[in-house]
């Protein structure tokens, strides 16, 4: 079964320039999920998607941030003016979503972008 | 809303030799789930253990064995004859057990690194 997948893998752009990303879930996977991890700490949820619908952006900046998820499957995170402290590793995960409780998540290797 | 706290930023373990990784986690939920993760230099996150709050017998996965104290609100990570595979960061998460809801809050991580 193949795993998450995400691309690019790295990507450097200058302040103000804007950005996008791209995951694919583990095929059938409901949820999908996108998280920040800024070096030293532990990921921190963006967004999450259950099938095309948005269940939690609590804690994404909508001012540059946006994602999307049209069709229920591959989804699309943006950056639009990226700022220095955007620089992380963006992790795109994806969960069964059984609704029996608390479903694995289960992660891509994740963008690295720099911020210059 | 949970926050977890790992206190030992890193450490160093002579191959063979068992590990403890100390997870604590304070949670409002009455239901939750705690996740053990690693995450290798290359920088996806892998899915170790899993314990629900309601179990009563704590979770074993292979080399992995999660030490569940639910009074002292602790989840900690035990692995058995390290390896040198084993180097990497450790993230312990929880989140909530509510139907389709399955956002996870993640610690900032121990560097376990495993010496020859």
């Known amino acids: 079964e193949a795993g998450v997948a995400q691309s690019p893998r790295y990507k450097i752009i200058e302040k103000r320039q804007s950005v996008a990303f791209w995951c694919n879930p583990i095929s059938g996977h409901a949820t999908l999920y996108w998280y920040q991890q800024i070096l030293g700490q532990g990921p921190k949820l963006l967004i999450q998607f259950q099938n095309n619908g948005v269940v939690d952006d609590s804690q994404l900046p909508k001012d540059r941030f946006s994602a999307e998820r049209l069709k229920g499957v591959d989804s699309t995170l943006k950056i639009q003016p990226a700022k220095l402290e955007d620089s992380a590793v963006y992790l795109c995960?994806?969960?069964?979503?059984?609704?029996?409780?608390?479903?694995?998540?289960?992660f891509g290797p994740g963008t690295r972008l720099t911020v210059l | 809303a949970q926050k977890i706290t790992q206190t030992q930023p890193g450490m160093f373990v002579q191959e063979k030799e068992a590990v403890t990784l100390d997870c604590t986690y304070d949670t409002s939920d009455q239901s939750y789930g705690l996740f053990w993760y690693k995450q290798p230099s290359s920088g996806e996150m892998i899915f170790l253990i899993y314990q629900g709050s309601y179990d009563e017998q704590n979770a074993t996965e292979g080399r992995y064995s999660l030490n569940f104290q639910k009074a002292r609100k602790s989840a900690n990570l035990v692995i058995s004859a390290s390896q040198l595979g084993d180097s990497a960061m450790y993230f312990c998460?929880?989140?909530?057990?509510?139907?389709?809801?399955?956002?996870?809050?993640f610690g900032t991580g121990t560097r376990l690194t495993i010496i020859p």
């Open positions: 998460a929880a989140g909530p057990l509510h139907f389709g809801n399955e956002k996870l809050t």
């Open positions: 995960a994806s969960s069964l979503d059984r609704g029996t409780g608390t479903d694995t998540q289960y």
